[in-house]
């Protein structure tokens, strides 16, 4: 099994523990409100909300990736870190196991934050997937996402 390591950093212009709050804990929720071009719902199917629970992302018709199964591994609301696990998801079937995010919520000096991802995928077998492509698509989706959770609170600063 091979394994790929990725690491991004994605500018935000909202507080940290707000930003931890929408993207960690609030996801169910907000998520789909704020892209529902996207995102069609987002539940909880197993689990508390904690370590080890199971969520469901169903993605809107017409998306390459319908919906996607995420493991959490770690939540720490005092140092907002995040981690889950991409455990299932109707892309990569053949060539993933399971992809594993680790995110760091850091502030800025002028009040928003940065997100330091680490993006680990463990290939099966002898499969392949394109490095370039990984880091280029899912990072600039990722990168979007998250322009439009500062969008959201941005036009409704109380939210």
Known sequence: MGVITLENEFAVAVAPAKLFKAYCLEIDTLLPK??????????????????GTIRKI??????????????????????WTYSFSLIEANVWKDAVEKVTYEHKFVPTPEG??????TSTYYIKGDAEINKDQIKDVY??????LFKAVEAYFLANPDA
């Open 34 to 51: 704020i892209l529902p071009e996207h995102i069609k719902s987002s539940e909880i199917i197993e689990g508390n909300g904690g370590p």
């Open 139 to 144: 990072g600039k989706k990722t990168a979007g």
């Open 112 to 117: 928003g934050s940065i997100c330091k991802r």
């Open 58 to 79: 169903t993605f809107a018709e017409g998306k390459e990736l319908s919906y996607a199964k995420q493991k959490i591994e770690v939540i720490d609301e005092e140092n």
